[in-house]
């Protein structure tokens, strides 16, 4: 017991020697590291737990989670977001008020729908896998959505490394109990449970946390001011919800579709893909879209030429940087997949060689999207995310309706998403060109 607490010291001592210096590159670091174990974890269980679940297991998970992602998005209509921004701590603790009591209610009515509309939101996914799981909807909103404020609270106060740390929690709780539950043969129940149990980890935590330090806050909580902090901040539930939403739905419909189309077993394969090789390349996607709105924030101002040379340059190193891997998946996918998961998941591999090149332009462009937020063309951004969602639901609906095959209809998606990424690139290069043109 004495050694592993040693060792624990140790590593933190070592790690916290390794983290850049600067308080803000700190915490950047600190929060990226608990969010890329987390992350690591989850990529390096499925080899178990693909032997463990069936793909038809894996597309009901896909179709939770995706519809679940979405709806988590709107959870607590936005207020969340306001929280870090409040002057005064008795402001932010009555949004924390307001966001728990609107993430409740919210569960409420997902319940509600549920009951009334089950049967027929499962006919219209084509999961008839999920019909005995639909109660885990509500549960979901409401730890995901009490998850969701309580980490804003924390990013108040700075508390990076607890954050990490329940992001570590979650993916290792996740794990163990689809783990535990697999080998009890439960199907896509444990996937499920494991979700669940792991996106709520940490709430608690959080939650101890607030009230620990910031007990003078929390007692100032009054119905006053919750009813005042609602006003105030009501461009959230109003404007951000719909940006929030529309963003999300883009990048949930494809599972979605995916399985009222073809089918769970379809959508388990595309889940996998997605799993393994786009969460990674988001992950490094997020560490350089960091760096990156530091440098171009203060290049806005000061000199928009450079702005535009660093954003080819950072552009042409992910191309390189994604290059290799992506292209090793594009050229043996399906074996890679069928040697690391089993075989019963080569056609996953199928997929990701079909997705390669959409995930190598992906990677390449999404850290770069800063510009826009850097240079105030969210507008811009808004008609992007609108234009995705169209150009993604066009695409797999074309692609059913000519009764393409699933491959093909993953192909049609690849290139809807590809011209998708190509012009957003573009937006943000001519938001560039724009500013050096009229400056400021």
Do not use: C
């Not at 009890?184 to 449970?193: A, C, D, P, T, Y």
């Not at 928009?304 to 190193?317: E, G, V, Y």
């Amino acid at each position: 017991m004495e050694r592993g607490v040693a060792a624990w010291a140790w590593m933190r001592k070592t790690v916290g020697a390794l983290l850049p210096r600067g308080q803000f590159a700190r915490s950047v670091a600190v929060l990226a590291g608990g969010t890329a174990l987390g992350q690591a974890i989850t990529v390096l269980a499925s080899p178990i737990l693909t032997r463990l679940y069936t793909p038809e297991d894996f597309g009901v998970m896909a179709v939770y989670t995706s519809t679940l992602g979405i709806l988590s998005v709107i959870a607590s209509w936005r207020y969340e977001l306001a929280i870090p921004l409040s002057e005064r701590d008795e402001d932010a603790a009555n949004l924390l008020v307001l966001s728990i009591g609107i993430v409740a209610l919210m569960s409420l009515l997902v319940g509600l729908g549920t009951w009334l509309g089950g049967e027929q939101i499962v006919q219209w996914l084509n999961a008839p896998g999920l019909r005995s799981h639909l109660w885990l909807w509500p549960i979901g909103v409401l730890l995901v959505g009490t998850y969701q404020v309580f980490n804003y609270w924390a990013v108040r106060k700075r508390a990076f490394g607890r954050i990490a740390r329940t992001r570590i929690n979650q993916s290792l709780g996740a794990v163990a109990i689809q783990t535990v539950f697999g080998l009890f043969k439960l199907g896509s129940l444990g996937l499920l449970i494991g979700h669940v149990v792991g996106q709520g980890a940490g709430t608690t935590t959080l939650a101890i946390l607030a009230h620990r330090e910031d007990k003078k806050a929390l007692y100032s909580i009054s119905f006053g001011g919750v009813r005042r902090m609602a006003r105030r901040y009501q461009r959230y539930p109003l404007l951000s919800s719909f940006s929030g939403l529309i963003n999300s739905v883009g990048l949930q419909l494809p599972a979605i579709l995916l399985a009222s189309f073809y089918g769970l077993q379809v959508a388990g394969w595309f889940t996998l893909g997605q799993r393994v090789i786009g969460a990674p390349m988001a992950l490094v996607g997020q560490a350089v879209s960091q760096v990156y709105l530091g440098e171009a924030a203060q290049l806005a101002r000061q000199n928009p030429s450079s702005l535009r040379s660093l954003f080819l340059k950072t552009a042409s190193r992910l191309l390189l940087l994604g290059l290799a891997p992506l292209g090793l998946l594009a050229l043996s996918g399906p074996w890679l997949f069928a040697q690391i998961f089993g075989a019963g998941w080569r056609d996953a591999g199928i997929y990701i060689q079909v997705l390669s090149l959409m995930f190598l332009v992906q990677f390449v462009v999404v850290p770069l999207s800063q510009t826009l937020n850097v240079l105030e063309r969210q507008d811009w951004q808004l008609g992007w995310d609108i234009g995705r969602l169209l150009v993604v639901m066009i695409a797999l609906l074309v692609a059913y309706t000519l009764s393409w095959s699933s491959v093909g209809a993953v192909a049609m998606y690849s290139v809807a998403m590809l011209i998708a990424y190509v012009t957003l690139f573009g937006l943000s290069l001519s938001a560039l060109q724009e500013k050096i043109r009229y400056g400021s």
